[in-house]
């Protein structure tokens, strides 16, 4: 069973924006804390972009910081990410999972694809 659907991805040129979603089959105000991760070609590790709190607080990677907003709405089990002044740097597979990753949607979904390039 997918518990997790990422969407929202797509081919833009550098400057422009796009909002990932992240759909969850489950409760996401039970787990606390959700993160958006991300995996560039060629890296074996994915790494965190934003991470965000129960009920609002956020972090972000240094590269993002500045250009991506992460937001949740716990009724609807949805975590967004917001990423505006796209760079080539930022192509990369895009995933979403409680923070830190753990059991409790089983397993990663099948994140989308974010490519920068012009």
């Known amino acids: 069973q997918v518990q997790l659907v990422e969407s929202g991805g797509g081919l833009v040129q550098p400057g422009e924006s796009l909002r990932l979603s992240c759909a969850a089959s489950?409760?996401?105000?039970?787990?606390?804390?959700m993160g958006w991760y991300r995996q560039a070609p060629g890296k074996k590790q994915r790494e965190l972009v934003a991470r965000i709190e129960r009920y609002g607080g956020s972090y972000y990677a240094d590269s993002v910081k500045g250009r991506f907003t992460i937001s949740r709405d716990n009724v609807e089990n949805t975590v967004y990410l917001q990423m505006n002044s796209l760079i080539p740097e930022d192509t990369a597979v895009y995933y979403c999972n409680q923070f830190p990753p753990g059991p409790y949607f089983g397993s990663w979904g099948q994140g989308t694809q974010v490519t920068v390039s012009s």
């Open positions: 489950k409760s996401i105000l039970s787990i606390g804390a």
